[in-house]
């Protein structure tokens, strides 16, 4: 699992989120998420909007948010 350095600022988590590899995971504190994202009620929207656009999905912990690298964009996938 990756991590960032301290108080890294948002064009840096953009940087590191697009260059993970599939699967790969990067994970932020409860702390950072708050000071990038704000605590009003949407940003959790704007946090799952904001994983989307660099190909990831964003899950909550306890102490942390854990970005995971998608195996294939939604988009990607031919219809059945």
């Given at each position: 699992m990756s991590t960032l350095r301290g108080n890294f600022v948002l064009p840096e988590l953009q940087e590191?989120?697009?260059r993970l590899a599939e699967g790969a995971l990067l994970k932020i504190?409860?702390?950072d998420y708050t000071r990038l994202f704000?605590?009003?009620d949407v940003a959790a929207a704007r946090l799952l909007h904001f994983a989307k656009l660099h190909a990831c999905?964003?899950?909550h912990g306890d102490m942390?948010?854990?970005f995971?690298?998608?195996f294939a964009q939604h988009d990607?996938?031919?219809p059945v």
């Open positions: 590191k989120l697009d504190s409860a702390r704000g605590t009003n999905v964003a899950s942390s948010i854990v995971r690298k998608r990607d996938v031919p």
